[in-house]
């Protein structure tokens, strides 16, 4: 699951994803986000309370809702790669720890999402965001985590059609994939 070595040797701390601006790499997905907004923004208004709204998605995403999904993807990792006579034993003690604490801030943060879209389609009024952005990935990936996504979390499930219907999201998807695949093969 860890980066392999040669990537390790791009930046410190080692961490994806990296930007490269003017032969400087950074790194932390919310200040990414934060230096794009503001070196290269120019097609996008937002007000003061908009601005809030997305640096306060992009500290939520990767400082609460990310924390428990990770644990979750781990404790599903150690119980299928354990040795075949203790798999058993290591699923149910991996599944009591996600029973008290993973899944229930998991679910808590998913109700937490669900409710911030009762008024608008997108996380920061009507319109496609940085929030948006940020939040898909965890969202995508990390629904998968707890029971019945879609059902439990409608609006949610509604907002991930839209992004996926979303062309400039399809654009970015396709890029994203093609250079992973640049990178790394197929393997992923
Ligand atoms: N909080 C960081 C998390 C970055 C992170 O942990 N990325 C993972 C991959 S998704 C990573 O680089 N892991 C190190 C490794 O695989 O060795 C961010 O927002 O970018």
Redesign the pocket.
Known sequence: ???PEA??QLTKP????VLEIDGKRY????F?FELLLEKYNNVYTYSPEELERIKFFLHFT?GSL?PPLVMLLVSSAASTHAPVFIRFAIKAFMNKIDQAYALPAAVENFEYLESELETHDYFVNNKISPADIILSFPIMTGGSRVENFDANYPRLAKWKRLLEEDLDYKEASKRVRAAEEKAFGTKL
């Open positions: 699951m860890l980066a990537f390790k080692s961490r994806s994803p790194t932390e997905s919310g990414l990767e990310q």
